[in-house]
């Protein structure tokens, strides 16, 4: 199959949240020399269930707050998409519009809207 109409892409992207992914703070490009940062009370890892919306034109937002609190100063600029809750597969990535760097007991919290996955023809 080449290319998925709008339709076929609503219906996969409606599907991921059952599919036990998991949303990663890196430090660094999650495809390259990045680092999954590790230094969180959350340990890192997300469950992306609950917190998608439903798909529309290609495309599906969070409909829920993700929250990292730092255990230790740490710095976050990248936002991974994992098939498991540790090591697991890359799915997916995206560059916060800028990086944050939290002091111990500070929050980064990405308020809902602010994740979006985009399924898009490659042509």
């Known amino acids: 199959m080449g290319v998925l109409t709008e339709a076929g892409r609503n219906a996969v992207l409606d599907e ?7 949303y990663a703070p890196f430090n660094g490009d999650p495809s390259s020399t990045g680092t ?22 290609g495309s599906v ?3 829920a707050a993700v929250t990292w609190t730092a255990t230790g100063a740490i ?18 990535y995206t560059a916060l519009s800028a990086s944050k760097t939290l002091a111990n ?8 809207g602010e994740i979006t996955i985009t399924a898009s023809d490659p042509a």
Do not use: F, K, P
Not at 16 to 22: D, K, N, V
């Open 16 to 22: 991921i949240e059952g599919l036990g992914w998991y």
């Open 36 to 57: 999954e940062v590790s230094g969180t009370t959350t340990e890192g890892r997300q469950a992306v269930n609950a917190t998608l919306g439903s798909a529309s034109s």
């Open 61 to 63: 937002a969070s409909d």
């Open 75 to 92: 710095t976050i600029d990248y936002i991974a998409l994992y098939d498991a809750a540790s090591s697991g597969t890359l799915m997916g």
């Open 105 to 112: 007991t500070e929050t980064l919290t990405l308020a809902i």
